[in-house]
């Protein structure tokens, strides 16, 4: 029987599970295998995705954050074809092993609580993780509205990883708050501090401010609020909080868009390639050599 084979290089998102369940179920032709690496034997796992789908817990396609070419090499070559599932930076080594192994294809699908996913709208996982970071968000503000304080509170929201400035941008929006650049200046210290003066001289008692772990919590009051006097506390965001239980209804939409055209490609004689979501559909593009 002709083997498929699905390998997460990165993270394992909402939506993740329903898409690999969902490409399961249309290719009843084939074995599909999930490859897995075990860091403490260093080697490679393969598992019976379709055997373990048909039961009531199945276990999430567990990341592979090897980048170690040669040693794929000898695995991924017995695949006919081979699903790579991962972030922006992951594209990269998708290229490279298309490249290494001719016999091969292979075919990459974006998914990232970042959206940080060059040439695609959105990435599976980055609306669910927009959702959890707004929900936590707003259960401090439901709590903190009904107390008083002698001084305004500012909350600071630090994100996991290294977060693309549209995110911080869109995370803010939506709670009425502000963020810090990544790459933050002088300049942008001074508008943030004019623009929470704004905000507590006009009566509000609170405000929030993302930012991610690119900077320390800790020194923000003295090094890019120097000038406002506020009860600073810090909520963190980590990673397994941004998976969400359940993923939103975009990311259920994502995933089954998404697996359709990887059952597509699976059943046509496409060669390498990438999925992107462009105009709310999922579309395919060949690999650049």
Known sequence: ?????????????????????????????????????????????????????????????????SR??????????????????????SFQFAKEISRQISDTRFLFVPVSIYNNIEGSEISLGYDTAMNAIIENTLKVRDTIQSLKYDKPRLFGVQLPGQVPLEMLEELSLAVEGFFIPPYHSQKDSTHLEKSFGDVFSGGKAFSF??????????????????????????????EAMCMGQKPSALDRILAMKFASQVVHWINSDLNSGRLNILARHAEFKEMPK
């Open 209 to 238: 401010l993302f930012f991610d772990e690119r900077l320390n919590s800790a020194s923000i009051p003295e090094t890019i609020l120097p000038g406002i006097d506020v009860d600073w506390k810090v909520i963190k965001i980590d």
């Open 1 to 65: 029987m002709t083997k498929i084979g699905l390998l997460n290089l990165d993270v394992s998102p909402a939506g993740l599970n329903e898409m690999v369940h969902s490409i399961i179920s249309e290719v009843q032709q084939y074995q599909v295998i999930g490859i897995e690496s075990d860091r403490y034997r260093n080697e490679f796992q393969l598992r019976d995705l379709k055997e373990e789908s048909k039961a009531f817990h199945f276990q999430s396609l567990k990341p592979t954050p």
């Open 68 to 89: 170690n070419i040669t040693a794929f090499q000898e695995v991924l070559s017995e695949f006919e074809a081979v699903v790579m599932i991962g972030a922006g930076e």
